[in-house]
C-alpha cells in the first residue's frame, strides 16, 4: 500500500455512512456481535479516534524534536483504539485496560543513557491489550526490554547501528520473494544447526518446498511468496520492501513491529514529558549516541507507523 493509497482509504472512512459500512463489514466476521446496531453506536467514536490520530501524527512531523514523542505517542494511541474498534465493538470493556500497560524505571542513574534505559510490561493496559487482540500475542515475550534491543527489531535503523559497528539485522530477501538467503554466520550466533534453525522459523513462513547450504549461506526456497505476518520475527522495511531477520538470539522475537515503536514511544513521551533537564540536554548538547538513534527514531515513526496501522485497518476489513 502507498502513502496515498493510505491518504484514499483515510478520506474514504471520514463520514458517518461509509465508517459504518467499514465496521458493518469488520463485525460481520465476529460471532455474537449485531453488526448493524454495534456499527452505528461505533461509527463516530471510530471517525474521531482516526482524525485525532492523524492529526497528531500531522502536527508532530512539523514540531520540532522537543515536542514529538508525545505527538506521535498519542497520534499511534488513537490509531490503535481505532483499530481495536473493529475487532473490539465493546472497547474499552473495563477501566483496567485504559492504561498504558507499560511503565519505566525511575529516573535516573547518573550516567542514564537512553540504549541501556528499559522498559516493563504490565499486565493489564493498552499494550498487552492490543497485542493480544489485533495481533493474537496473548503474553509478551519479554517482561522487560532495553530501548537498544527494540531499536534493533526496526530494519530503518540498520545503517545507524552499521555506522556504530554494530550489525544487528540482515537482509534475507524482498518482500513476496519464493527464495530466502540467510548467512551461515546466523547459525553460529543462534548456536543451532541448520535443521534446528529451520524448525525454529518455519512455522513463520508459506510451506517449504527445498532448502540448500552453501559455505556462506542456507537457502530457502518457499512454495509461496512470503510476506512476513504482523507477529514474527521477521521484519520489513516499507520503503524499499526489504525484508531483515534478527543477526543475534537475543534479538529474537516473534513481535509485531507495531508493538516495538509503542514501547519506544511510550519512553520517550515520559522523558519528553517528566525529564525536562535530560531532554533538553539530550537536544541542546547532544552528548551521547542517543541523540542520533532517537533522532532518527522519530523520523522513521513518523511515516512508517500511520502506514503500517493503515494497513492493519484493511486489514481487518480484508
Known amino acids: 500500500m502507498s502513502n496515498n493509497d493510505l491518504a484514499n482509504f483515510f478520506t474514504y472512512l471520514q463520514s458517518q455512512q461509509t465508517a459504518r459500512a467499514y465496521l458493518q463489514n469488520c463485525y460481520c466476521r465476529l460471532h455474537g456481535v449485531d453488526k448493524t446496531v454495534k456499527s452505528f453506536e461505533n461509527c463516530n467514536k471510530f471517525m474521531h479516534y482516526l482524525d485525532h490520530g492523524l492529526r497528531f501524527y500531522e502536527n508532530g512531523r512539523q514540531m520540532e524534536t522537543l515536542m514529538q514523542p508525545m505527538l506521535f505517542f498519542y497520534g499511534m494511541v488513537h490509531l490503535l483504539k481505532a483499530a481495536l474498534l473493529t475487532a473490539r465493538p465493546d472497547y474499552p470493556e473495563s477501566t483496567a485496560i485504559l492504561a498504558h500497560g507499560v511503565s519505566s524505571r525511575k529516573r535516573k542513574k547518573k550516567n542514564y543513557t537512553f540504549l541501556d534505559d528499559e522498559v516493563k510490561i504490565q499486565h493489564n493496559g493498552l499494550f498487552p491489550y492490543f497485542s493480544e487482540h489485533l495481533f493474537s500475542i496473548g503474553r509478551s515475550p519479554f517482561e522487560k526490554i532495553k530501548m537498544e534491543q527494540l531499536f534493533s527489531l526496526i530494519p530503518e535503523m540498520s545503517p545507524i547501528f552499521n555506522f556504530h559497528h554494530t550489525e544487528k539485522m540482515i537482509e534475507i530477501g524482498d518482500v513476496e520473494t519464493t527464495r530466502l538467503q540467510f548467512s551461515t554466520l546466523l547459525l553460529d550466533n543462534y548456536h543451532l544447526t541448520e535443521n534446528a534453525f529451520i524448525k525454529r522459523i518455519k512455522s513463520y513462513l508459506p510451506p517449504i518446498s527445498r532448502t540448500e547450504t552453501k559455505t556462506d549461506f542456507l537457502r530457502v526456497d518457499l512454495a509461496a511468496p512470503f ?92
Not at 236 to 249: G, S
Not at 250 to 262: Q, T
Request: one cysteine or more.
Open 227 to 318: 510476506s512476513p505476518v504482523n507477529a514474527s520475527p521477521f521484519f520489513t522495511d516499507m520503503q524499499n520492501r526489504i525484508v531483515y531477520f534478527p543477526a543475534h538470539r537475543d534479538h529474537f522475537f516473534p513481535i509485531s513491529e507495531i508493538m516495538v515503536h509503542y514501547l519506544l514511544l511510550y519512553n520517550l513521551s515520559m522523558l519528553c514529558r517528566y525529564e525536562p533537564e535530560w531532554w533538553g540536554e539530550l537536544l541542546a548538547a547532544r552528548p551521547d549516541a542517543d541523540y542520533p538513534f532517537i533522532k532518527h527514531f522519530l523520523t522513521i515513526t513518523a511515516e512508517k507507523m500511520p502506514l503500517a496501522l493503515g494497513k492493519q485497518l484493511m486489514r481487518m476489513n480484508g
